[in-house]
């Protein structure tokens, strides 16, 4: 129960962070009117289209026809509450946001030519999330295990250089990494693509597609791993080192247990739960990061969308985005929480109790 | 292997000295020390009204597009192309009119001058001007422009450009009327002139057809610039096979009108192929200024960002955690709410509704910033620091919670923020860098993100611009690994067991 009970305290802390995220987007975005400018343009454009595919609206004499239009456009304002006041309006935003109901795009359309931004977000998001999410893991894996091999030879010329490389690489962003790779790997050496998510015209056989998605996902997910390895080698390392001088380690040594054992039983063990809280921000640092680095690779993720959207000035999808950002770093987070809870002894007695 | 545990090393000089011992604190101070070295030189060295010129493209006219470093030359083993500029003769100053027969001065340039005034078939005014360079590059020019200065009375003067070769096969470029006045000046652009009719290219191709019997099949595209410098022969249309013709080159001008006075003035550009320390981008502009301007903004933003925020948050969480109850909790949940925030995305949403500049996205920065991760830190060190016997002592003999806070408490933090300062730094130079590589940067000035944005819109890594690319990319890089390894010979000293000794 007491796991139970940690869970949700976490998600209801989360869900009122994410409420809160969402109210700040939907502020900022409305702060000069420009939410409810666009709506009202939207639903006038509607209004006039449903008149003139009504057979009796559109035969109409202008006036009345005007009339009408503008008529159903004054039910629908009333309908939206676009004329109530801004503190109702934006808890109204707000709980469209939370639904994904996030109106329709000004420019960018989704693949079949819709204009909804929730159908061209959702079309996005899974691109993202496989090269994110993929390449978050090996950079997890591979840096926890350089991590423990500095630790286990720390103060070495391996470890000394390994942990000013792990510094070096971590501030550097993917996206730069990635600028020079396509320089590098796509013109001077061309073995990669230098961008785009499959090869024109897209395979169709599926093993071949997912195959040559691998293949167009190395440069990117390289960039990513570089940039996301050292801040979990460095932290392994000196979280290892600061367990390895625990007491219980000395005494785990006097009774004759072997290295590897010690280290997989007693010092991973309790390193793993303060290495994924603390590098729960890198994580979201990486996704908010996308944005520039799927625009360098032309991968048509999320972060590419917000370039788009940027370029075309297409503030609803742009809102719609900030949303969806919102949402993944909660759910995130949550994940992250929920690993902890996993691996931590604490929180496992708690689950036990 | 259990470390020995020194001795925590605790004021903030003691901290310094500790820190200039590591390697990396050394290196990380000199770097740092090279980068406000070049803050403080640029102003003198590269003197530049940045903030009017840099978006302007009537001050970059004379430099040649999308060129190399000079210095790549050693690298291609061969001699590439400088940019040569004819310069005018009354380079700012107005052009004198003439009609007495006699050479005229040329004060600005190296054009020789000839006015003849011939009565012979009528009254008849004859400007020539005359120029020779050499041209000894094993590259063709990039490009060719040519502007004439004509002042003229009503009848309308007749304007020929002739282009006088090594081996002698000259050929008449231009024969037009100028219909500019000073001081507005007639362009040529002979590698860009698209005229449908009679354009320089098409005379080229019969000039080079008529005598070198030059091969014009499967040639689609005809470069003036290479033609004009090519050695005569087959393949002198081909861009790709041509070779260059060194030698000595002139270009004729003459202007000629009847019964009037009559004045002109020309400048040309032999566009080369490199430019510069670290050469231009797609619209002229010498990127070594960019560069070496790029620096303060990006120091100064991450300095600022870094200094503000983690002052702010380190107050801030020790207050909070000093005084307790529900401060703390307050700060606590605020800092772990700001931390989930999408940051990036709403600064962006900022920038596209509101305004693109960077010091109102650093204020937005402070505004969600005020709390986070460095005031958790403070939160557990001032929760170390409380325990101690000074604060005991300090409690005992009288002295206020606010004393004990500022006296004892915060100058306990002093180092630990100096770390975490040199930590974020990079974050935030490199959140600048990512606003203005999306164009939502400041617009007048140039930043390293804004070249390298530029840079991959004009598609350089595809056109193998490296130049354009490796050099913002380096500087960015440069400046955050001097913070970085600052932030992690600090972190070395103030906690002891991860010390090298």
Same mark, same amino acid.
């Given at each position: 129960?007491?796991?139970?009970?940690?869970?949700?305290?976490?998600?209801?802390?989360?869900?009122?962070?994410?409420?809160?995220?969402?109210?700040?987007?939907?502020?900022?975005?409305?702060?000069?009117?420009?939410?409810?400018?666009?709506?009202?343009?939207?639903?006038?454009?509607?209004?006039?289209?449903?008149?003139?595919?009504?057979?009796?609206?559109?035969?109409?004499?202008?006036?009345?026809?005007?009339?009408?239009?503008?008529?159903?456009?004054?039910?629908?304002?009333?309908?939206?509450?676009?004329?109530?006041?801004?503190?109702?309006?934006?808890?109204?935003?707000?709980?469209?946001?939370?639904?994904?109901?996030?109106?329709?795009?000004?420019?960018?359309?989704?693949?079949?030519?819709?204009?909804?931004?929730?159908?061209?977000?959702?079309?996005?998001?899974?691109?993202?999330?496989?090269?994110?999410?993929?390449?978050?893991?090996?950079?997890?894996?591979?840096?926890?295990?350089?991590?423990?091999?500095?630790?286990?030879?720390?103060?070495?010329?391996?470890?000394?250089?390994?942990?000013?490389?792990?510094?070096?690489?971590?501030?550097?962003?993917?996206?730069?990494?990635?600028?020079?790779?396509?320089?590098?790997?796509?013109?001077?050496?061309?073995?990669?693509?230098?961008?785009?998510?499959?090869?024109?015209?897209?395979?169709?056989?599926?093993?071949?597609?997912?195959?040559?998605?691998?293949?167009?996902?190395?440069?990117?997910?390289?960039?990513?791993?570089?940039?996301?390895?050292?801040?979990?080698?460095?932290?392994?390392?000196?979280?290892?080192?600061?367990?390895?001088?625990?007491?219980?380690?000395?005494?785990?040594?006097?009774?004759?247990?072997?290295?590897?054992?010690?280290?997989?039983?007693?010092?991973?063990?309790?390193?793993?739960?303060?290495?994924?809280?603390?590098?729960?921000?890198?994580?979201?640092?990486?996704?908010?990061?996308?944005?520039?680095?799927?625009?360098?690779?032309?991968?048509?993720?999320?972060?590419?969308?917000?370039?788009?959207?940027?370029?075309?000035?297409?503030?609803?999808?742009?809102?719609?985005?900030?949303?969806?950002?919102?949402?993944?770093?909660?759910?995130?987070?949550?994940?992250?929480?929920?690993?902890?809870?996993?691996?931590?002894?604490?929180?496992?007695?708690?689950?036990?109790? | 292997?259990?470390?020995?545990?020194?001795?925590?090393?605790?004021?903030?000089?003691?901290?310094?000295?500790?820190?200039?011992?590591?390697?990396?604190?050394?290196?990380?101070?000199?770097?740092?020390?090279?980068?406000?070295?070049?803050?403080?030189?640029?102003?003198?060295?590269?003197?530049?009204?940045?903030?009017?010129?840099?978006?302007?493209?009537?001050?970059?006219?004379?430099?040649?597009?999308?060129?190399?470093?000079?210095?790549?030359?050693?690298?291609?083993?061969?001699?590439?192309?400088?940019?040569?500029?004819?310069?005018?003769?009354?380079?700012?100053?107005?052009?004198?009119?003439?009609?007495?027969?006699?050479?005229?001065?040329?004060?600005?340039?190296?054009?020789?001058?000839?006015?003849?005034?011939?009565?012979?078939?009528?009254?008849?005014?004859?400007?020539?001007?005359?120029?020779?360079?050499?041209?000894?590059?094993?590259?063709?020019?990039?490009?060719?422009?040519?502007?004439?200065?004509?002042?003229?009375?009503?009848?309308?003067?007749?304007?020929?450009?002739?282009?006088?070769?090594?081996?002698?096969?000259?050929?008449?470029?231009?024969?037009?009327?100028?219909?500019?006045?000073?001081?507005?000046?007639?362009?040529?652009?002979?590698?860009?002139?698209?005229?449908?009719?009679?354009?320089?290219?098409?005379?080229?191709?019969?000039?080079?057809?008529?005598?070198?019997?030059?091969?014009?099949?499967?040639?689609?595209?005809?470069?003036?610039?290479?033609?004009?410098?090519?050695?005569?022969?087959?393949?002198?249309?081909?861009?790709? !096979?041509?070779? =260059? @013709?060194?030698?000595?080159?002139?270009?004729? *001008? +003459?202007? %000629? #009108?009847?019964?009037?006075?009559?004045?002109?003035?020309?400048?040309?550009?032999?566009?080369?192929?490199?430019?510069?320390?670290?050469?231009?981008?797609?619209?002229?502009?010498?990127?070594?200024?960019?560069?070496?301007?790029?620096?303060?903004?990006?120091?100064?933003?991450?300095?600022?960002?870094?200094?503000?925020?983690?002052?702010?948050?380190?107050?801030?969480?020790?207050?909070?955690?000093?005084?307790?109850?529900?401060?703390?909790?307050?700060?606590?949940?605020?800092?772990?709410?700001?931390?989930?925030?999408?940051?990036?995305?709403?600064?962006?949403?900022?920038?596209?509704?509101?305004?693109?500049?960077?010091?109102?996205?650093?204020?937005?920065?402070?505004?969600?910033?005020?709390?986070?991760?460095?005031?958790?830190?403070? !939160?557990?060190? =001032? @929760?170390?620091?409380?325990?101690?016997?000074? *604060? +005991?002592? %300090? #409690?005992?003999?009288?002295?206020?919670?606010?004393?004990?806070?500022?006296?004892?408490?915060?100058?306990?933090?002093?180092?630990?923020?100096?770390?975490?300062?040199?930590?974020?730094?990079?974050?935030?130079?490199?959140?600048?860098?990512?606003?203005?590589?999306?164009?939502?940067?400041?617009?007048?000035?140039?930043?390293?993100?804004?070249?390298?944005?530029?840079?991959?819109?004009?598609?350089?890594?595809?056109?193998?611009?490296?130049?354009?690319?490796?050099?913002?990319?380096?500087?960015?890089?440069?400046?955050?690994?001097?913070?970085?390894?600052?932030?992690?010979?600090?972190?070395?000293?103030?906690?002891?067991?991860?010390?090298?000794?």
């Amino acid at each position: 129960m007491g796991f139970l009970r940690y869970l949700t305290k976490k998600g209801i802390f989360l869900i009122v962070t994410l409420v809160f995220a969402l109210y700040l987007t939907v502020v900022i975005a409305n702060f000069g009117g420009y939410v409810d400018e666009i709506l009202r343009a939207q639903a006038r454009f509607d209004a006039i289209r449903s008149c003139n595919q009504d057979l009796a609206c559109s035969q109409l004499d202008p006036a009345s026809k005007n009339a009408t239009i503008e008529g159903n456009y004054k039910s629908f304002v009333e309908a939206r509450g676009l004329n109530q006041d801004f503190v109702s309006k934006s808890f109204r935003f707000t709980w469209d946001l939370m639904n994904f109901r996030l109106g329709r795009a000004l420019e960018l359309r989704d693949v079949e030519g819709g204009d909804q931004v929730s159908s061209i977000i959702f079309e996005r998001l899974p691109r993202t999330i496989i090269l994110f999410t993929s390449s978050s893991l090996i950079a997890a894996g591979m840096g926890i295990w350089l991590g423990l091999r500095m630790a286990r030879r720390a103060l070495s010329a391996f470890d000394r250089g390994l942990t000013v490389v792990s510094i070096t690489t971590t501030v550097v962003p993917p996206w730069v990494f990635g600028i020079l790779f396509i320089l590098l790997f796509a013109f001077l050496f061309p073995i990669f693509p230098a961008g785009g998510m499959v090869s024109v015209p897209a395979k169709t056989d599926p093993l071949e597609y997912t195959l040559d998605m691998i293949y167009h996902m190395t440069l990117p997910a390289i960039a990513l791993i570089l940039s996301a390895f050292g801040s979990w080698s460095y932290t392994t390392r000196n979280l290892v080192l600061q367990i390895l001088d625990e007491d219980y380690i000395y005494a785990a040594r006097a009774r004759g247990l072997p290295e590897k054992t010690i280290l997989r039983r007693y010092v991973l063990r309790s390193a793993s739960p303060p290495t994924v809280t603390s590098l729960a921000l890198t994580v979201i640092a990486s996704w908010q990061g996308a944005i520039i680095t799927e625009t360098v690779f032309a991968w048509p993720g999320l972060g590419r969308l917000f370039f788009e959207a940027i370029g075309s000035l297409d503030a609803p999808v742009v809102i719609g985005l900030t949303a969806i950002y919102a949402y993944l770093l909660v759910l995130t987070v949550f994940i992250l929480d929920l690993v902890y809870g996993l691996l931590d002894p604490r929180v496992k007695a708690l689950r036990r109790g | 292997m259990a470390l020995p545990l020194p001795v925590p090393v605790t004021g903030l000089k003691s901290v310094l000295k500790e820190v200039v011992r590591t390697r990396t604190g050394v290196v990380g101070f000199s770097m740092l020390g090279v980068l406000l070295g070049l803050v403080l030189v640029v102003p003198f060295v590269a003197p530049f009204d940045v903030a009017g010129e840099w978006g302007d493209r009537q001050v970059w006219l004379d430099n040649p597009r999308d060129a190399a470093p000079e210095w790549s030359e050693w690298f291609a083993g061969k001699q590439l192309a400088r940019t040569q500029i004819l310069t005018p003769c009354n380079a700012p100053g107005p052009i004198p009119l003439s009609n007495a027969t006699g050479s005229e001065p040329c004060p600005g340039g190296g054009w020789k001058k000839l006015v003849r005034r011939t009565t012979i078939f009528g009254d008849y005014v004859f400007i020539t001007m005359e120029r020779k360079f050499q041209f000894t590059a094993d590259v063709f020019p990039s490009e060719l422009s040519l502007a004439v200065w004509a002042d003229f009375g009503s009848a309308a003067p007749l304007l020929t450009v002739e282009w006088k070769r090594p081996d002698n096969v000259n050929l008449t470029l231009l024969q037009v009327a100028p219909d500019q006045r000073v001081p507005t000046p007639n362009f040529y652009p002979l590698s860009t002139d698209t005229r449908p009719c009679c354009t320089i290219r098409e005379l080229i191709k019969n000039w080079a057809i008529t005598n070198f019997s030059a091969n014009a099949q499967n040639v689609t595209l005809i470069r003036p610039e290479v033609t004009l410098f090519a050695q005569g022969g087959r393949d002198m249309l081909d861009f790709r !096979r041509a070779v =260059v @013709l060194k030698g000595e080159y002139t270009l004729k *001008i +003459e202007l %000629a #009108v009847g019964a009037v006075e009559l004045g002109v003035d020309a400048k040309a550009v032999v566009y080369g192929t490199v430019f510069g320390v670290a050469g231009t981008d797609s619209s002229r502009r010498d990127l070594l200024i960019g560069l070496l301007w790029g620096a303060p903004v990006a120091l100064a933003f991450g300095a600022v960002a870094a200094v503000v925020i983690v002052l702010l948050q380190t107050i801030l969480g020790a207050l909070a955690t000093w005084y307790g109850g529900w401060w703390d909790e307050v700060v606590q949940r605020a800092a772990d709410t700001l931390l989930i925030l999408p940051l990036l995305p709403i600064l962006l949403l900022i920038a596209i509704i509101y305004s693109p500049s960077i010091w109102l996205l650093l204020l937005v920065l402070i505004g969600f910033g005020f709390v986070g991760s460095t005031s958790k830190v403070a !939160r557990s060190i =001032v @929760l170390q620091v409380k325990e101690e016997a000074y *604060i +005991e002592v %300090a #409690v005992s003999y009288g002295a206020s919670r606010a004393r004990i806070l500022f006296k004892h408490i915060l100058p306990r933090l002093l180092p630990y923020t100096f770390a975490l300062i040199a930590l974020s730094v990079p974050s935030f130079i490199f959140l600048e860098a990512s606003l203005s590589f999306l164009g939502l940067g400041d617009p007048l000035l140039p930043t390293w993100g804004s070249i390298l944005g530029q840079a991959y819109t004009g598609n350089a890594a595809f056109r193998g611009f490296w130049w354009w690319i490796t050099f913002p990319a380096a500087g960015i890089v440069f400046a955050t690994v001097a913070f970085a390894l600052l932030g992690y010979s600090f972190d070395k000293v103030l906690n002891p067991r991860l010390r090298e000794q």
